[in-house]
């Protein structure tokens, strides 16, 4: 944890989740406002899904609310509050941070997806022109797919027992990369040069990842976003393997500056620090 | 200002004002939270009168909020709304701190008056026996009196431009002090041995305190709470015959660490540090 100083002047970015116990945002953020010089703190509220409406229309109303901070189970539902969207958090359909503009209007964004690919570091290049497998077409997922996309693959195969998701997240994808770029995944998906687990499959000694772990080779990318203190199964046999990794730790320090920038009143996409 | 760590287990004191900028709860408190190893922060929110019932009703219902402060203009509204109340906040009918049970109910208390008797240090025990002056029955006022009331003084003269207030704050201290210790400031008002200015006469200029200052002697003790950052008129010559003084400054820390242990869920008057 990071030291912040608060007084009178201090404005608030609220982050809203059920639990919120386990919110790294405070955490993370609060050293890069100050830093920055901004009189602005990241703090935690337990709202739970019952009390989301209530509370997010008395904070719009609080003047010195630069914002909110959203986490599961909230980021579909505060993106149907919201008062406007960024294109991401339209096409996604959910949110995870919110500005509070001074009339009270609420301008909502979504950083997961631009997080991911960011966190893959240099590896991000690997995305153009790749066959990818996305396992997970939860908010997660659909975040990432929408990213993914605008990195000009060759191919997306998208994986989720629900048919739905993986309708919405094709669907999401053709619309932006180009019709036929994306498809539901087949059988052949072990062949892709780049695994992205969405999910949190792998967590559990019990799970059973869906596609044949045997068909790693060292030169496939593997993305897990699961992993914040815990490694899958998918991880660790990538990393034996000597596979380049990335894990959600990568995930949320690369959004983490964006969405700084975003609470304090930057357009989406500037980073503060 | 003092530095604090939030986490996603921070539970927050939430300080309500209109303007809020100025309290210096926030950073008088965060410190003896952190000495004392709570994961307790507190952390200005701008709410107007308008909109103090429905900020209520959400933080009642927020369970990582262990408190609400309150200022200028809240402290008698939010005692209407609060569920219980401290003998003190009963009879003066104000709150400045208020407790957030795990059922949500609000618990308030008010440490205005104890803030200024504990402030006034080992002066403090020069109200006993003493003829004192209090100037203002609005909130602060009354506040004051009900502590000094528990001092044991032989008299105390209450001055207030509004004779409601007046009879109001005089009743409340013969109901503590006992019928007849306190009456309707006189003509021979500059004779008292402790003199209380409660109201912020003297911070503007053209102010004319409402006693002759010359009545003061070297032996009076003054105290005003109007001073945290400039000194009234009365102060000045005050301080000038070297008389004994007490200040806003003196009765905020007085009562913060009453403040922060009752935020901390101990009882009222058990201070944190």
Redesign the interface.
């Known amino acids: 944890?990071?030291?912040?100083?608060?007084?009178?002047?201090?404005r608030?970015y609220a982050?809203f989740?059920d639990p919120?116990?386990?919110?790294?945002t405070?955490?993370l953020i609060?050293p890069i406002f100050a830093a920055a010089g901004c009189n602005l703190?990241?703090?935690?509220?337990?709202?739970?899904p019952s009390?989301l409406t209530?509370?997010w229309?008395?904070f719009r109303?609080?003047?010195?609310?630069a914002g909110i901070g959203v986490t599961v189970p909230h980021k579909v539902a505060a993106a149907r509050l919201c008062d406007s969207l960024t294109d991401a958090a339209r096409q996604v359909g959910a949110v995870n941070s919110i500005q509070r503009h001074a009339d009270g209007s609420m301008h909502g964004a979504q950083f997961d997806g631009i997080g991911f690919v960011q966190g893959l570091a240099s590896a991000r290049f690997r995305l153009k022109g790749a066959e990818i497998l996305l396992l997970g077409a939860g908010g997660a997922g659909r975040a990432i797919a929408h990213a993914l996309a605008a990195e000009a693959p060759a191919r997306v195969m998208v994986m989720d027992r629900d048919p739905e998701s993986v309708a919405f997240t094709v669907d999401l994808i053709n619309r932006v990369a180009g019709e036929g770029i994306a498809r539901k995944a087949g059988r052949d998906a072990g062949r892709a040069a780049v695994w992205i687990n969405a999910t949190p499959v792998g967590l559990k000694p019990g799970d059973e990842f869906p596609v044949e772990l045997a068909a790693l080779t060292p030169d496939t990318l593997v993305a897990d976003i699961a992993s914040l203190s815990r490694e899958t199964e998918l991880l660790a046999r990538a990393r034996e393997l000597g596979c380049t990794t990335s894990d959600g730790n990568d995930m949320l320090n690369a959004q983490i500056s964006l969405i700084a920038g975003f609470a304090a009143g930057h357009e989406a996409g500037s980073p503060l620090a």
Chains 1, 2 share one sequence.
């Open positions: 944890m990071s030291p912040v100083d608060i007084d009178g002047s201090t608030i982050v989740g919120v116990k386990q919110v790294q405070p955490r609060n703190v990241a703090a935690p509220f337990h709202v739970t009390t209530a509370t229309a008395v109303q609080l003047s010195n609310i």
